[in-house]
């Protein structure tokens, strides 16, 4: 059985442009949750998916969006990169209405 | 904004010996949770306590939850090499989804 899925594994990006990360989650899982960590630090939430609809998010400007698929896969976008955005960039997905997430292996996201 | 702080911020031990990291937060609580995170890879879920139980087992780990002093413990015991990693308690208040995290303990186990 399949954890939860992440691509790309690393990635490596220009001030200014935009990126889009992938999540495929945990079979039998339909929340999906997004977190930001930096270098030294804990996850920072970034958002929740479920139902295909935002259902909670955290303190992230509005250049932080994100989508979830009628499968419950989600995607991340990050417009306008800034070089404060560079961090590990990690998925999570949960049953519904139960904690305990599971974690995918995360997108090393550098922004130059 | 990060809820808790994890003490102590390092932690070094020799195999066999007991692992002690602690946790504290700010507000109420509806669970708290602790993960383990390797080479700042994916987290793992390890243990979660509702904030109406005091103390949970789960193979060599044991957490506590003081909700009077909002804190918490995460005890490892007879830890192996293997152990080494980061690990951080991660609350969850009521009505909300989000897990909100501390800063991490990194525990070193040396052969």
């Known amino acids: 059985d399949a954890g939860v899925t992440q691509s790309p594994t690393h990635l490596i990006k220009t001030r200014g442009q935009q990126v889009t990360l992938r999540c495929s989650p945990k079979s039998g899982h339909d929340t999906v949750s997004w977190y930001q960590q930096a270098l030294g630090q804990g996850p920072q939430f970034i958002f929740q998916y479920y139902e295909e609809e935002e259902r909670q998010r955290g303190n992230f400007p509005d250049r932080f969006s994100g989508h979830q698929f009628p499968n419950y896969s989600s995607e991340l976008n990050v417009n306008a990169l800034l070089l404060g955005d560079s961090a590990l960039y990690l998925c999570a997905s949960s049953p519904t209405d139960l904690y305990g997430y599971t974690f995918g292996s995360g997108t090393r996201l550098t922004v130059v | ?111």
Not at chain 2, 19 to 24: I, L, V
Not at chain 2, 57 to 75: A, E, Q
Request: net charge positive.
């Open chain 2, 1 to 111: 904004s990060q809820q808790g702080e994890e003490d102590p911020q390092a932690l070094s031990i020799q195999e066999g010996e007991n692992a002690t990291m602690n946790c504290s937060y700010k507000t109420s609580i509806n669970n708290l949770q602790w993960y383990r995170q390797n080479s700042g890879r994916g987290l793992v879920h390890l243990i979660l306590i509702r904030s109406n139980e005091r103390e949970k087992h789960s193979g060599r780990l044991r957490v506590t939850l003081d909700t009077s002093k909002k804190s918490s413990s995460l005890l490892i015991t007879a830890s192996r090499a293997a152990d080494t990693a980061s690990y951080f308690c991660a609350t969850v208040q009521g009505g909300s989804e989000k897990l909100v995290f501390g800063k991490g303990t990194k525990l070193t186990v040396n052969p």
